[in-house]
């Protein structure tokens, strides 16, 4: 997406985005279903070996319960998360039996290494189902033992084996175990459950990767009654252990983090993993950071009444130095508690959710925690002034650009119009929706970016820097990020120049990889000012060993259409550190005719791509290209879906080797198995024609980009979506025009079309 008109609901694929049973998920797996091409890989973070992470830190889950899921429209404004640099993993959550992440947010959460889960939950009358879950599918003739016996109730790995798959095939990477019903069974049902944990997370393993989570919610016990524990004990010990991770529930007295610690230390060290037992060694090693502890942002129960004061729970939890975990749940509260406001708008939420996150947009403002409601008999618990969610968590940048290619069009994931090059190409009434289009909006800018002087030790004060996020102007996509900077004007001999680092987004870099960095901007600057912008990556954290080269690339500097503009360089960490934590950003030098003045001046970051390049000389270059492209008609109506194709070309060169003997190759290639370009989405655009016009792309319009659906190189024409210039048609040419992972729009020359009778 984005798309024009209304009708939506064919876009999804022909397969079902959720299931509410598991006799839907059998009539599911009978009909073998391809793995979602367009959907992709999970790359871990880079382990930085640099000291900025801990492993001994305690970790942040989000659990996303937003109107119940799968309630974001694409033809309006919707929630969208965007702080995952402080997250670990991601829930997708409904009430659903089986509960699939949508391909958009798999995408948004694994462009930024964040592991993303469905949810399987028995709630209600869910009982029925959840024996079946264990005794696996039910064939339909008479059937029975042999010979009649006395043995417990029979284990079954086929729903283990059929979540696997599923997993597998939507790209996601495991699953909140959520069994909110009691188990009539008792003690043979729960022990039964237990083991099916373990075949779960076996499964998960050997088909969706080591990576894979399977995340036990305190809900039954050990002898199947309905009972939230608010912690880890043994009451709950086995479905942990049979388990990857535990998510405690959220109404926890303060003292029960700090005991849920205690005694997970209490217990044998085997059964954390740190034996030789193999017999009672858990299916995953297990440390304190595996125990999730439960914060509702709604404070139904939660310590601190959850909000503006779900800090309070958190700081008991205590990540940093307790090490336990944070499993924050509903955190889409600041859309849903303030929408149904007067003058409420998208603007206002952004603010709001900034300040829950990150803290307030202005540097000196307060920000007011309600008075939280004390249980019967709870005492006082005194807490110091707010502290944002992120604040808890280390920043983790996304995976190295070399295992997945760094880009983002500082998109949220939503925007009001839609730009192809600087070109507004759609404008909406009531906006769109598309994680799947979501990037980072450069986590170090937000609330505000740390600033410092370059190149020199100046004592003048800093300049202001005020984030936003523009909608009315983008590059690519839906919008960009607008950088407000205003400073006071200054008496010292040198101010009639001066230079800024502005950091914007962290990296994990790996060293002496070779990389290249593409930033697409546009200035504006008061008549008295002048830039000058460039390009930097600095480390986060420097000892005498360790540096970054950055030099320009060989078309260091360009300008674009719509007063756009590109800036390139190449740099390299040379550190002797494998990995280390980098910051890309902006240097700006100013010059203002009378430096005592006040100025101000703003920068928009429109497009920013950062990917490895091979240090091999001569390397041939290659062209990507949309090949062909192809419309099969629905056969009720004149919709129908366009696939297509892309490839590479080679130039022709002469071959120059001299004889049998010369060393040199006839060409060089390059043979890392990454050179072949990926897609991040592609614009599909229409056009009216006959069979004698020669139409031209330009009078093309635009009707929308792939990447709802999860299927590569696939997008559904709704007929009825179509813009007016084609009713009537005889002939409707449909263009495909891809965009690649590293922000390049094909051009023309490079995209096919196909024709369709209309």
């Known amino acids: 997406m984005p798309l024009r008109g209304k009708d939506h609901s064919a876009l999804v694929k022909d397969s079902a985005p959720y299931f509410d049973s598991l006799e839907e998920l059998d009539t599911w797996a009978r009909v073998p279903s391809a793995k979602l091409g367009g959907v992709l890989q999970y790359h871990a973070r880079s382990a930085q070996s640099d000291g900025l992470s801990s492993d001994n830190r305690g970790r942040l889950l989000v659990c996303h319960d937003y109107k119940g899921g799968y309630t974001e429209s694409p033809s309006a404004l919707s929630y969208t998360f965007n702080f995952w640099s402080a997250c670990d993993t991601f829930v997708y959550f409904s009430h659903r039996r089986v509960t699939v992440p949508p391909p958009g947010w798999i995408n948004a959460a694994h462009r930024q290494g964040v592991k993303i889960l469905g949810t399987l939950i028995f709630e209600g009358s869910g009982e029925e189902d959840c024996l079946r879950l264990l005794v696996g599918h039910l064939p339909k003739s008479k059937t029975g033992p042999v010979i009649p016996s006395s043995f417990t109730l029979p284990l079954s790995a086929h729903y283990a084996r059929l979540l696997a798959d599923l997993a597998y095939q939507r790209g996601f990477d495991g699953y909140l175990l959520n069994l909110e019903c009691p188990l009539r069974g008792g003690v043979e049902q729960t022990k039964a459950l237990a083991a099916w944990n373990t075949l779960l997370q076996s499964e998960l393993l050997r088909k969706v990767g080591a990576h894979a989570q399977t995340i036990w919610y305190d809900s039954v016990i050990v002898n199947g009654q309905l009972r939230w524990q608010d912690r880890l004990n043994s009451l709950n010990l086995p479905f942990f252990l049979s388990a990857s991770s535990i998510f405690t529930n959220y109404t926890w007295p303060s003292h029960y983090p700090s005991l849920t610690a205690?005694?997970?230390?209490?217990?044998?060290?085997?059964?954390?993993?740190?034996?030789?037992?193999?017999?009672?060694?858990?299916?995953?090693?297990?440390?304190?950071?595996?125990?999730?502890?439960?914060?509702?942002?709604?404070?139904?129960?939660?310590?601190?009444?959850?909000?503006?004061?779900?800090?309070?729970?958190?700081?008991?939890?205590?990540?940093?130095?307790?090490?336990?975990?944070v499993a924050l749940f509903g955190q889409a509260w600041t859309w849903e508690s303030e929408q149904d406001k007067s003058g409420w708008d998208w603007d206002q939420w952004w603010a709001y959710e900034q300040k829950l996150w990150v803290g307030p947009h202005k540097k000196d403002e307060a920000v007011v925690v309600p008075p939280a409601k004390l249980r019967e008999g709870e005492p006082e618990c005194p807490h110091g002034p707010f502290q944002p969610v992120a604040s808890f968590f280390p920043r983790d940048p996304p995976p190295d650009p070399v295992d997945l290619a760094l880009y983002t069009s500082f998109s949220p994931g939503v925007g009001r119009a839609w730009f192809v090059e600087g070109v507004n190409v759609l404008q909406t009434d009531d906006g769109w929706t598309d994680v799947d289009k979501q990037g980072s909006l450069g986590d170090m800018l937000w609330p505000r970016p740390l600033l410092a002087w370059e190149g020199d030790d100046r004592q003048d004060e800093l300049p202001d820097v005020s984030p936003a996020i523009s909608m009315a102007d983008a590059w690519n996509g839906g919008s960009s990020v607008r950088l407000?900077?205003?400073?006071?004007?200054?008496?010292?001999?040198?101010?009639?120049?001066?230079?800024?680092?502005?950091?914007?987004?962290?990296?994990?870099?790996?060293?002496?990889?070779?990389?290249?960095?593409?930033?697409?901007?546009?200035?504006?600057?008061?008549?008295?000012?002048?830039?000058?912008?460039?390009?930097?990556?600095?480390?986060?954290?420097?000892?005498?060993?360790q540096s970054i080269e950055v030099q320009p690339s060989a078309i260091s500097h360009t300008q674009l259409a719509g007063g756009w503009a590109k800036l390139s360089v190449e740099f390299k960490y040379a550190g002797s550190i494998s990995t280390a934590s980098a910051a890309i950003g902006l240097v700006v030098g100013f010059a203002a005719e009378d430096p005592t003045q006040p100025f101000e001046f703003s920068v928009n970051l429109g497009q920013l791509a950062v990917y490895p390049l091979r240090s091999l000389q001569n390397v041939s270059p290659h062209t990507p290209r949309v090949i062909w492209a192809d419309f099969e008609r629905d056969s009720s109506n004149p919709s129908g879906v366009l696939t297509w194709d892309t490839a590479v070309s080679f130039p022709t060169a002469?071959?120059?080797?001299?004889?049998?003997?010369?060393?040199?190759?006839?060409?060089?290639?390059?043979?890392?198995?990454?050179?072949?370009?990926?897609?991040?989405?592609?614009?599909?655009?229409?056009?009216?024609?006959?069979?004698?016009?020669?139409?031209?792309?330009?009078?093309?319009v635009f009707?929308?980009?792939?990447?709802?659906?999860?299927?590569?190189?696939?997008?559904?024409?709704?007929?009825?979506?179509?813009?007016?210039?084609?009713?009537?048609?005889?002939?409707?040419?449909?263009?495909?025009?891809?965009?690649?992972?590293?922000?390049?729009?094909?051009?023309?020359?490079?995209?096919?079309?196909?024709?369709?009778?209309?």
Request: hydrophobic content about 35%; some cysteine.
């Open 654 to 700: 002469a071959i120059t080797i001299t004889s049998p003997e010369d060393p040199l190759p006839a060409w060089t290639l390059d043979n890392s198995g990454r050179w072949l370009p990926t897609f991040l989405y592609f614009n599909i655009y229409a056009q009216s024609t006959s069979q004698y016009a020669t139409p031209q792309p330009d009078g093309a």
């Open 484 to 545: 407000e900077i205003s400073g006071r004007g200054s008496d010292a001999e040198d101010a009639f120049f001066r230079c800024v680092w502005i950091p914007v987004q962290s990296l994990s870099v790996s060293s002496q990889q070779l990389y290249e960095a593409i930033l697409v901007y546009k200035e504006g600057s008061d008549p008295g000012v002048d830039l000058d912008i460039g390009i930097s990556v600095k480390l986060l954290s420097a000892s005498s060993d």
């Open 703 to 758: 009707i929308g980009t792939t990447g709802l659906s999860g299927d590569a190189n696939r997008f559904f024409v709704d007929a009825n979506c179509l813009p007016e210039s084609t009713k009537g048609a005889e002939i409707v040419r449909f263009y495909v025009q891809g965009v690649t992972d590293r922000g390049q729009v094909l051009p023309w020359v490079q995209c096919a079309y196909v024709d369709v009778k209309w």
């Open 262 to 325: 205690q005694y997970f230390l209490s217990l044998d060290p085997a059964l954390r993993g740190e034996g030789d037992d193999a017999d009672v060694r858990p299916s995953v090693p297990k440390s304190l950071r595996d125990i999730f502890v439960g914060v509702d942002v709604w404070g139904r129960g939660s310590h601190g009444g959850g909000g503006f004061g779900s800090y309070k729970a958190i700081s008991h939890i205590d990540p940093e130095f307790l090490g336990l975990s």
